[in-house]
C-alpha cells in the first residue's frame, strides 16, 4: 500500500546520495559551501521523510508507502521498498542523527572536507537502504554499500590507530556479510519461488534442521553488528578510533541494523529455529548485559566507556526481541530508538570535551560543572537517560523490556535488571569524577562553555529524550499492529520452546 501515491521512499533514500554527487561538482576549496550544503541536504530529506510519520496508518500492520518495480525479472530480484511499524521510526532516527552528526562536524572536521561530507551523505543512503528495503538481493546492496564510507570515516579522519580499527571493522563484518550472502542464496533455492521478495519468502515452509543453519548464517551477520558478545571485540576500538560523528553514527543507527536484522529476518523467517535458539540469544544477552557494564566500570576513557555501555544496552534489546511477546518486542523496538538518541548524546557531549582538551581520560577532569555549567546540564541529562531514569526515554524501554520477558521467563529479566543497577554505577561515577569535585587541574580553568552551534545540536536530541519519557504512546501505537503481525508469523512454528509459551499481552499497555 502506498497511501500518498508518490515514490516518497526512493527520494528519502537517495536524496544524500544526489546531494554528495552535487558535492563532487564544487571546489574542496570552498569548504563552508560544502558544510553547508551537506547540512542542508541532509536537513531537508529530514523533512521530507515527515509525511511517512504523519501519514502512517496506525491500525495497518501490512507494509505501507510500498514501491515495487521488476529489476532483474529473470532471477525474481526486484526494486521492492517499503516500511512498517517495525522500520519507521529507525528511518526517522537515521535522518535525525545524520544531520545531527553533520552539524557536530562543522569545526572538528578541518581535513579533506569534501570527502568527509561526501562519505557521510552515501552512508546515510547505504542506512536508510538497509530500513527499507523487502528484496533480499535489494537489501544485501544497501548492507554492503554502507560499509565503504564508514570503513573511510574510521580510516582518514579517526585516532591514531584508525588504519587497524577500520579494517577490523570491515573484516569483521564482512565475514558475517558473506555468510548471510550464502544463506540468501540458499533460501532462494530451497524456496523453489524464483524470488527475493521478503513477504513472499515469509510464507515459505522449510524443515527445522534447515532452519536451523540458515538462522545460524544469518544471526552470525546481525550479531556481529549488533554486537552480541561475543562478538563485540571490534566495537570499542572503532569508536574510540572514529570522529566524534562517526561514533554518533556507530552506535545510533549502524548497531540497530543487527537488531532489525534478527527482527524482520531471522525470526519470521526461520520461525521454528527462533524458538530453538531462544536459551543460547537469553545466555548470551545476559551475559553481554553484566559483562558490558561491568567492563564499562573500569574503564579510564568516557568514550571506550560509552562504547562498552553499548554492549550491555543492546543486549536489553536483544532480549526483548526474543521474549516473542508485543511487550518485549515493542520495548526493544523502542529501545533501539532511545539507544541511538541517549548514546549519540552522549559521544557527541564527549567529542565535544575532547575538541577543548584533546583527551578523553577521566582522571584529567573534575569540577568541570563550575566552569562549563551549561554543558555540565546538557550532560546531566544524557547521563540519567542512559541509566533509565524515569521520566526520561530509558526508562520506558527498559522496562517495557522487563515486563514482556518477565511474562514468559522471570529469572532471564531477573539476571538482566543487575545490568541496570551497574549502568547506574558507572555512570553516575563517571558523571561524578568529571563533573564534580574540586576544579584542580589548571588546563580545565580555561575551559569556554557550549557556543551556540553546539547547543543547537544537543537541544533536538534533549527534547525527544524528554518527548519519548513522558509520552511514548505515539510511538507504542504506530509499532503494535506490526509487532503482532511479526509475532503471528513467528509463533506459527510447531515446537515453541521460546521465552513464552504463548502470545501473552493483546497490547503493549495490557500484560
Given at each position: 500500500?502506498?497511501?500518498?501515491?508518490?515514490?516518497l521512499?526512493s527520494l528519502?533514500v537517495?536524496?544524500?546520495?544526489?546531494?554528495?554527487?552535487?558535492?563532487?561538482?564544487i571546489?574542496?576549496?570552498?569548504?563552508?559551501?560544502?558544510?553547508?550544503?551537506?547540512?542542508?541536504?541532509?536537513?531537508?530529506?529530514?523533512?521530507?521523510?515527515?509525511?511517512l510519520?504523519?501519514?502512517?496508518?496506525a491500525?495497518?500492520?501490512?507494509?505501507?508507502?510500498?514501491?515495487?518495480l521488476?529489476?532483474?525479472?529473470?532471477?525474481?530480484?526486484?526494486y521492492?521498498?517499503?516500511?512498517?511499524?517495525?522500520?519507521?521510526?529507525?528511518?526517522?532516527?537515521?535522518?535525525?542523527?545524520s544531520a545531527?552528526?553533520?552539524?557536530?562536524?562543522?569545526?572538528?572536521?578541518?581535513?579533506?572536507?569534501k570527502?568527509?561530507?561526501?562519505?557521510?551523505?552515501?552512508?546515510e543512503?547505504?542506512?536508510?537502504?538497509?530500513?527499507?528495503?523487502?528484496?533480499?538481493?535489494?537489501?544485501y546492496?544497501?548492507?554492503?554499500?554502507?560499509l565503504?564510507?564508514?570503513?573511510?570515516?574510521?580510516?582518514?579522519w579517526?585516532g591514531?590507530?584508525?588504519?587497524?580499527?577500520?579494517v577490523?571493522?570491515?573484516?569483521y563484518?564482512?565475514?558475517?556479510?558473506?555468510?548471510?550472502?550464502?544463506?540468501?542464496l540458499?533460501?532462494?533455492?530451497?524456496?523453489?519461488?524464483?524470488?527475493?521478495?521478503?513477504?513472499?519468502?515469509?510464507?515459505?515452509?522449510?524443515p527445522?534442521?534447515?532452519?536451523?543453519w540458515?538462522?545460524?548464517?544469518?544471526?552470525?551477520?546481525?550479531?556481529?553488528?549488533?554486537?552480541?558478545?561475543?562478538f563485540?571485540?571490534w566495537?570499542?576500538?572503532?569508536h574510540?578510533?572514529?570522529?566524534?560523528?562517526?561514533?554518533?553514527?556507530?552506535?545510533?543507527?549502524?548497531?540497530?541494523?543487527?537488531?532489525?536484522?534478527?527482527?524482520r529476518f531471522?525470526?519470521?523467517?526461520?520461525?521454528?529455529?527462533?524458538?530453538?535458539?531462544?536459551?543460547?540469544?537469553?545466555?548470551?544477552?545476559?551475559?553481554?548485559?553484566?559483562?558490558?557494564?561491568?567492563?564499562a566500570?573500569?574503564?579510564?576513557?568516557?568514550?571506550?566507556?560509552?562504547?562498552y555501555s553499548?554492549?550491555?544496552?543492546?543486549?536489553?534489546?536483544?532480549?526483548?526481541?526474543?521474549?516473542?511477546?508485543?511487550?518485549?518486542?515493542?520495548?526493544?523496538?523502542l529501545?533501539?530508538?532511545?539507544?541511538?538518541?541517549?548514546?549519540?548524546?552522549?559521544?557527541?557531549?564527549?567529542?565535544?570535551?575532547?575538541?577543548?582538551?584533546h583527551?578523553r581520560?577521566?582522571?584529567?577532569f573534575?569540577?568541570?560543572?563550575?566552569?562549563?555549567?551549561i554543558?555540565?546540564?546538557?550532560?546531566?541529562?544524557?547521563?540519567l537517560?542512559?541509566?533509565?531514569?524515569p521520566?526520561?526515554?530509558g526508562?520506558?524501554?527498559e522496562?517495557?523490556?522487563?515486563v514482556?520477558?518477565?511474562?514468559?521467563?522471570?529469572f532471564?529479566?531477573?539476571?538482566?535488571?543487575?545490568?541496570?543497577?551497574?549502568?547506574?554505577?558507572?555512570?553516575?561515577?563517571?558523571?561524578?569524577?568529571?563533573m564534580?569535585?574540586?576544579?584542580?587541574?589548571?588546563?580545565?580553568?580555561l575551559?569556554?562553555?557550549?557556543?551556540?552551534?553546539?547547543?543547537?545540536v544537543l537541544?533536538?536530541l534533549?527534547?525527544?529524550?524528554?518527548?519519548?519519557g513522558?509520552?511514548p504512546k505515539?510511538?507504542l501505537?504506530k509499532?503494535?499492529?506490526s509487532?503482532k503481525?511479526?509475532?503471528?508469523?513467528?509463533?506459527?512454528?510447531?515446537?515453541?520452546?521460546?521465552?513464552?509459551?504463548?502470545?501473552?499481552?493483546?497490547?503493549w499497555?495490557?500484560?
Amino acid at each position: 500500500m502506498n497511501q500518498l501515491g508518490f515514490p516518497l521512499l526512493s527520494l528519502v533514500v537517495f536524496f544524500p546520495l544526489m546531494g554528495a554527487i552535487l558535492l563532487l561538482l564544487i571546489d574542496r576549496r570552498e569548504e563552508s559551501l560544502i558544510k553547508g550544503l551537506a547540512f542542508v541536504v541532509s536537513l531537508i530529506d529530514f523533512f521530507l521523510a515527515l509525511p511517512l510519520y504523519f501519514a502512517f496508518r496506525a491500525d495497518f500492520p501490512e507494509m505501507q508507502f510500498v514501491e515495487k518495480l521488476d529489476w532483474v525479472k529473470e532471477f525474481g530480484i526486484s526494486y521492492f521498498m517499503g516500511i512498517d511499524g517495525i522500520s519507521l521510526f529507525l528511518v526517522l532516527l537515521t535522518l535525525f542523527l545524520s544531520a545531527i552528526s553533520i552539524l557536530s562536524s562543522w569545526t572538528a572536521i578541518t581535513e579533506r572536507v569534501k570527502e568527509y561530507m561526501i562519505c557521510m551523505l552515501f552512508l546515510e543512503t547505504g542506512m536508510l537502504g538497509v530500513f527499507v528495503a523487502l528484496d533480499l538481493f535489494l537489501f544485501y546492496i544497501f548492507w554492503e554499500g554502507m560499509l565503504i564510507p564508514m570503513y573511510f570515516l574510521i580510516g582518514i579522519w579517526g585516532g591514531p590507530q584508525r588504519i587497524y580499527a577500520a579494517v577490523k571493522f570491515f573484516l569483521y563484518t564482512m565475514a558475517g556479510s558473506l555468510l548471510m550472502l550464502v544463506a540468501i542464496l540458499a533460501l532462494y533455492f530451497l524456496a523453489g519461488l524464483n524470488t527475493f521478495d521478503l513477504l513472499q519468502l515469509y510464507g515459505v515452509s522449510l524443515p527445522p534442521e534447515t532452519q536451523w543453519w540458515l538462522f545460524l548464517a544469518f544471526s552470525v551477520a546481525f550479531s556481529i553488528k549488533v554486537p552480541l558478545f561475543p562478538f563485540h571485540t571490534w566495537l570499542p576500538l572503532a569508536h574510540v578510533e572514529a570522529p566524534t560523528a562517526g561514533s554518533v553514527i556507530l552506535a545510533g543507527v549502524l548497531l540497530k541494523m543487527g537488531t532489525y536484522g534478527f527482527l524482520r529476518f531471522c525470526l519470521p523467517l526461520f520461525p521454528d529455529a527462533s524458538h530453538t535458539f531462544v536459551p543460547l540469544v537469553a545466555f548470551l544477552s545476559i551475559v553481554g548485559i553484566i559483562y558490558g557494564a561491568l567492563v564499562a566500570m573500569v574503564q579510564k576513557d568516557v568514550k571506550r566507556l560509552v562504547a562498552y555501555s553499548s554492549v550491555s544496552h543492546l543486549g536489553f534489546v536483544m532480549l526483548g526481541i526474543f521474549a516473542f511477546n508485543v511487550q518485549g518486542i515493542a520495548g526493544g523496538i523502542l529501545q533501539m530508538i532511545n539507544h541511538g538518541l541517549s548514546t549519540g548524546a552522549l559521544f557527541l557531549a564527549v567529542g565535544m570535551i575532547y575538541e577543548r582538551r584533546h583527551t578523553r581520560m577521566i582522571e584529567e577532569f573534575g569540577g568541570l560543572s563550575r566552569q562549563i555549567p551549561i554543558f555540565a546540564i546538557f550532560f546531566m541529562i544524557i547521563t540519567l537517560s542512559s541509566i533509565g531514569l524515569p521520566g526520561l526515554n530509558g526508562f520506558i524501554g527498559e522496562f517495557l523490556i522487563l515486563v514482556g520477558v518477565f511474562n514468559s521467563h522471570p529469572f532471564y529479566a531477573t539476571l538482566a535488571a543487575t545490568g541496570i543497577i551497574l549502568a547506574a554505577v558507572y555512570m553516575l561515577w563517571m558523571f561524578q569524577r568529571v563533573m564534580f569535585g574540586e576544579l584542580t587541574n589548571p588546563a580545565n580553568r580555561l575551559l569556554k562553555d557550549l557556543n551556540a552551534r553546539e547547543i543547537v545540536v544537543l537541544v533536538p536530541l534533549i527534547l525527544f529524550i524528554l518527548w519519548i519519557g513522558l509520552y511514548p504512546k505515539p510511538l507504542l501505537e504506530k509499532m503494535e499492529p506490526s509487532v503482532k503481525k511479526t509475532i503471528s508469523l513467528v509463533m506459527q512454528a510447531k515446537g515453541q520452546q521460546a521465552l513464552a509459551p504463548e502470545l501473552r499481552g493483546s497490547s503493549w499497555n495490557q500484560p
